[in-house]
């Protein structure tokens, strides 16, 4: 049965991290429903082991990062281990539990608390021999816990590690239901400039079913179809250019390091994502083929570290963080589809 951890062992473990990490604004209001795979290197491991523990968070099949994870050891009701850490890129944290507090203890508990809310809880059974690492298992668990991020890297301000952010970019919400596009430009133009409505680019696009050569469908359409759908980056690449900003279109092809060194540059730059995965369609039009992707979703990027891609989400009107490997996965569907954006 779970225990509730008393709250000293809190406080001094929210001392301890605030301590080492600056807190993080939440990535968006509420809670979350999360899946997690706790790993343990023994479920009976000797007195005075250093237990070692990891934590996956997952929401939706995507990495939860920069969440913290904290363990609470118990012995009948008092703790007798603790430790906590951050989720990385991955959405995994790395822990440790001495178990010299279990001697004379027939069996012991272990509580499993993310973003301060309690997920899970085990046992473990000490033994006066063995090993640290002989007997291991995998528990997985779910539950809804706050979407709250703690972290090195504050709105705006990348982790340690090769880092760059690009530029300050705004927050903005979009007004219709497929905007995303439009609002971004409104977003990378507030960025690097006086920043131009959403609303001006409609007339200058244009409508195609085409996205390349114009906006396909309705835009108060529902997302996540092909029919509603939106526009690519090369036409409004040259919508900019009559609102006095350049477009720098590139397809990046799996090359992280394209959208790097333009972020390395200062260039906030919108980049298209496919958020339920590969699900790649075919149209044609005027004998020329494209490719459609349901789902697809257009945000702005303005910075990186190691861990991952930091950006702008007109959806919700607030800033997004992906781990590289959730980020590469989405942005590739579309060939890295990507839209540099310069004051001219």
């Known amino acids: 049965m779970r225990r509730a951890m008393p709250l000293s062992v809190v406080f001094c473990l929210l001392t301890a991290l605030v301590a080492g990490v600056a807190p993080r604004t939440a990535e968006a209001e509420g809670v979350r429903d999360v899946h997690a795979w706790i790993e343990l ?58 178990t010299s507090g279990t001697a004379g203890g027939a069996g012991a508990w272990i509580d499993v608390n993310v973003a301060s809310a309690y997920l899970t809880g085990f046992s473990i059974f000490p033994t006066s021999g063995g090993g640290c690492a002989d007997d291991g298992t995998l528990i997985e668990a779910t539950g809804t816990v706050p979407d709250v991020q703690v972290g090195a890297a504050s709105v705006g301000v990348p982790g340690t590690g090769d880092s760059a952010i690009s530029h300050w970019v705004p927050t903005y919400k979009q007004e219709r239901n497929l905007s995303c596009e439009y609002a971004s430009l409104q977003i990378a133009t507030a960025a690097v400039g006086s920043g131009v409505s959403e609303y001006a680019f409609d007339d200058v696009v244009g409508w195609s079913p085409n996205p390349h050569w114009g906006y396909r469908g309705d835009i108060n359409g529902w997302w996540g179809n092909t029919t509603d759908y939106g526009v690519y980056a090369e036409v409004l690449a040259t919508a900019l250019d009559q609102f006095g900003y350049h477009g720098d279109v590139f397809y990046a092809n799996g090359d992280s390091g394209q959208l790097t060194a333009r972020l390395n540059a200062g260039v906030p730059t919108l980049v298209w994502l496919a958020l339920w995965g590969d699900q790649r369609q075919w149209d044609e039009t005027d004998g020329v083929t494209y490719t459609l992707v349901p789902g697809m979703h257009v945000m702005v990027a303005y910075g990186y570290d190691d861990d991952g891609v930091y950006l702008s989400d007109p959806a919700i009107g607030d800033y997004r963080f992906y781990g590289w490997g959730d980020f590469m996965a989405m942005w590739n569907v579309l060939d890295g589809m990507s839209l540099g954006v310069s004051s001219s």
């Not at 070692?52 to 990495?63: M, N």
């Not at 969440?67 to 989720?87: I, K, P, R, Y």
């Open 41 to 98: 290197s023994s479920t009976r491991p000797a007195v005075g082991c250093a237990l070692d523990v990891s934590v996956e968070v997952r929401d939706a099949g995507f990495a939860v990062t920069q969440t913290e994870v904290a363990l609470a050891l118990f012995l009948g009701d008092d703790v007798v281990g603790a430790d906590t850490s951050v989720t990385d890129g991955d959405g995994v944290a790395h822990l440790s539990l001495d």
